[in-house]
């Protein structure tokens, strides 16, 4: 089992910038990626980045490209979502998620942490 708890999350104006933090513990070794999902109120979640445990490799959605950048730091188990230029339609629970290879489904979440941007 792996666990997940993010931070970071909170009250910014719009063109501020957040970082989000994401602990994992449990059995890390078995985690291939780790990614950011949000969700809206009244939206599906929807993928914000993710990357590979090992070797990087970030993946952005098209709304996150040029704003956001997602990093880990395998020796603290932490993976980050800094974000910028942010936009109050990022406003959201973000959430972490990891998965075990790069085909099964994301099969571990954190609580989220909420994000709110105002205009």
């Known amino acids: 089992q792996v666990q997940l708890v993010e931070s970071g999350g909170g009250l910014v104006q719009a063109g501020g910038s957040l970082r989000l933090s994401c602990v994992a513990s449990?059995?890390?070794?078995?985690?291939?990626?780790t990614g950011w999902f949000r969700q809206a109120p009244g939206k599906e979640r929807e993928f914000v980045a993710s990357i590979t445990w090992s070797g990087g490799r970030p993946s952005y959605a098209d709304s996150a490209k040029g704003r956001f950048t997602i990093s880990r730091d395998n020796a603290k188990n932490m993976v980050y979502l800094q974000m910028n230029m942010l936009k109050p339609e990022d406003t959201a629970v973000y959430h972490c998620a990891a998965r075990q290879n790069s085909y099964s489904a994301w099969g571990y979440w954190g609580q989220g942490t909420q994000v709110t941007v105002s205009s």
């Open positions: 449990g059995r890390t070794s078995s985690i291939y990626s």
